[in-house]
């Protein structure tokens, strides 16, 4: 009789890709969904405030407030990862920046400022990345 074994995944260990190129800083990933109904909730996604410019989400966050007319869109692609290996990807197609919200301001902390990234797409693939 064979033993059944219980996998399941630790919420800590993800990657998130802009285009193709790894995003870090990543504090948290919200609002992942297996397939895109009707209902538009967004990707949220929750960083560290990065200084470089040319960043992969500064740069597209640059981009979206110099657009006129047409957002700019990127591939965003959210990795679920278990002891190094990664067994789950989302892929959101045709992303783009709804708005950037940040948390307080204060004076009396010691935390890093995060900003909230909401993301609308157009679709969304899921793989099992393992068997």
């Excluded at 591939?75 to 067994?87: E, M, R």
């Excluded at 950037?100 to 009396?108: G, I, K, N, R």
């Amino acid at each position: 009789m064979s033993e059944q074994v219980i996998d399941s995944l630790v919420a800590n260990e993800f990657t998130v890709a802009v285009d193709g190129t790894d995003v870090n800083g990543i504090f948290r990933v919200s609002g992942l969904a297996l397939f895109k109904t009707a209902v538009d909730t967004p990707l949220i996604i929750t960083k560290m405030v990065q200084r470089g410019p040319n960043l992969p989400f500064n740069q597209w966050l640059r981009d979206t407030v110099a657009a006129v007319g047409k957002v700019p869109t990127r591939t965003v692609t959210v990795t679920a990862v278990d002891d190094g290996v990664a067994v789950r990807r989302w892929t959101f197609n045709e992303a783009h920046i709804q708005a950037v919200t940040y948390s307080d301001l204060d004076s009396a902390s010691v935390e890093m400022v995060e900003e909230r990234v909401a993301i609308h797409y157009a679709s969304v693939a899921h793989d099992w990345l393992t068997e």
